[in-house]
């Protein structure tokens, strides 16, 4: 009989090597290879598309680190989004956060065309109070100026005398130089700043779904379970949280301390994004992840990016009756600087 040799098994295909290798780098150590195999294609043609249609990404700090690392020319806070808009000379700017920043961004930019990739992506602080209710505040407070948080709608901005980020809240409340200030919509913010000045200060009742979730027994259970950690908090969480962290401050700020004092170990108590952006700046920290994930933030993806500058939607736009006094507000409060 004649001996007839098993076939060999054929050898596994070479691994293509992995598309985009450079812009892989920045988020390896979040992003698993198979992952990016999908999101490459999109990204490739967030590339192209961005240089044909002179479009600029604006992103928030709260956006994926595909988003962030990748496709995102600028990033920041609110307060910044809302300065870099002013200073780009691109045609299309997609505001990758929510809606109330492609708002303020469109308030900044009439001329500009400012698409949002989600219309859904609202926010829990913008949906608490209407351009009726600030009618109704300063008529219960004749006199007292009112200073919005940019979390709202342009409508709710156009009947406000003055706009403040979480960056920039306790300087514009000082600066109006009065004893008394309307401060709308988050009572968390507010409270945390009337902590911080002797302006008095009347809060609405809006609160952050994400931030108000955190307790101050979070934080006794985190210092007792990961000993000497550092614990930086957003101001929307609420005060007896604030009063228990280490760092208090806007989302640029808190990425400002990790950078500049270099904890060994850090727990950011905010968006969950915020932590993952952070963390693959600097590998050698050790970042705790007790976080909360904002529902709005993560409407916004990489494929919807793609989406919105193919077909050049969703379009924000602002009616100019509200437009005008609502850039009004914003403006005043980049004027502070
Ligand atoms: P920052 O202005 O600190 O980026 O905060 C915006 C926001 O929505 C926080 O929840
Ligand atoms: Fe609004 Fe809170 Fe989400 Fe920020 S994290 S967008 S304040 S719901």
Not at 117 to 133: N, R, V
Not at 161 to 169: H, L, Y
Not at 175 to 203: C, F, H, S, W
Request: proline share 9%; charged share 25%; hydrophobic share 40%.
């Amino acid at each position: 009989m004649l001996y007839t040799p098993t076939p060999r098994a054929a050898p596994n295909p070479p691994v293509p090597p992995l598309p985009l290798p450079e812009l892989y780098s920045r988020v390896e150590r979040h992003v698993p290879p198979f992952e990016w195999r999908i999101l490459a294609d999109d990204i490739a043609a967030i590339l192209k598309l961005k240089r044909e249609k002179n479009a600029v990404i604006l992103a928030h700090n709260y956006q994926t680190p595909d988003i962030y690392h990748t496709v995102a020319d600028i990033v920041g806070d609110s307060l910044a989004l809302a300065r870099e808009a002013v200073r780009t000379d691109a045609e299309v700017i997609v505001l990758a956060g929510v809606h109330f920043m492609a708002e303020t961004a469109k308030l900044l930019n009439p001329e500009k065309t400012v698409l949002i990739p989600d219309l859904e992506a609202g926010c829990s602080l913008a949906s608490s109070i209407t351009a009726e209710d600030v009618r109704l505040m300063r008529a219960r407070h004749p006199g007292v100026p009112i200073v919005t948080y940019v979390n709202t709608s342009a409508a709710v901005k156009a009947e406000s005398d003055i706009c403040c980020t979480s960056g920039n809240a306790k300087k514009i409340v000082e600066a109006l130089g009065v004893p008394k200030v309307i401060m709308l919509p988050d009572e968390y913010l507010a409270r945390n700043i009337a902590a911080q000045t002797e302006v008095e200060i009347i809060a609405w009742m809006g609160h952050c779904e994400v931030h108000e979730r955190f307790t101050a027994d979070d934080i006794r259970d985190l210092r007792a379970t990961h000993p000497g950690v550092t614990v930086l908090a957003h101001p929307e969480c609420p005060p007896e949280v604030v009063a228990e962290c280490d760092f208090t401050g806007s989302t640029a700020a808190m990425a400002d301390y990790v950078g500049q004092r270099r904890p060994s170990r850090v727990v950011l108590l905010t968006e969950c994004s915020m932590s993952d952006n952070v963390a693959l700046q600097y590998p050698d920290l050790d970042f705790v992840r007790p976080c909360n994930l904002c529902p709005h933030m993560k409407r916004i993806t990489v494929p919807k990016i793609r989406r919105a500058l193919e077909t050049m939607s969703h379009e924000v736009t602002v009616p100019p009756q509200i437009a005008e006094r609502a850039r009004r507000s914003v403006e005043r409060m980049l004027a502070f600087g």
